[in-house]
């Protein structure tokens, strides 16, 4: 298992419509580590850290996130491990 972390930053509508409550849900499912918190711009920041497969996951399901958001974005930068646990909303 290689554990890997990426910070990934997702625009379009993507605040005010659950987007950090489902990303929280399926960051959990995946067991994927990290958090999620809205920016002041109006993108969606997303710490995604774990095994390489799980993150890849999550990464494709932010294309495109709930029904109820429309994601036009999504920029991503590798980072080291930190070794988070849990996955947080802020």
Same mark, same amino acid.
């Given at each position: 298992?290689?554990?890997?972390?990426?910070?990934?930053?997702?625009?379009? @509508? *993507?605040?005010? *419509?659950?987007? @950090? $409550? $489902?990303?929280?849900?399926? /960051? %959990?499912?995946?067991? &994927?580590?990290? $958090? &999620?918190?809205?920016?002041?711009?109006? @993108? *969606?920041?997303? #710490? /995604? %850290?774990?095994?390489?497969?799980?993150? @890849?996951? +999550? +990464? /494709?399901? #932010?294309?495109?996130?709930?029904?109820?958001?429309? *994601?036009?974005? #999504?920029?991503? %930068? %590798?980072?080291?491990?930190?070794?988070?646990?849990?996955?947080?909303?802020?």
């Amino acid at each position: 298992m290689t554990i890997i972390a990426k910070k990934i930053w997702v625009g379009g @509508r *993507v605040q005010g *419509v659950g987007f @950090r $409550y $489902y990303t929280q849900c399926e /960051a %959990e499912r995946l067991g &994927v580590r990290g $958090y &999620v918190r809205n920016l002041p711009d109006g @993108r *969606v920041e997303v #710490l /995604a %850290e774990g095994d390489s497969g799980a993150v @890849r996951q +999550l +990464l /494709a399901w #932010l294309r495109t996130g709930p029904d109820t958001a429309h *994601v036009t974005g #999504l920029q991503q %930068e %590798e980072i080291a491990p930190r070794g988070v646990h849990g996955f947080e909303t802020w």
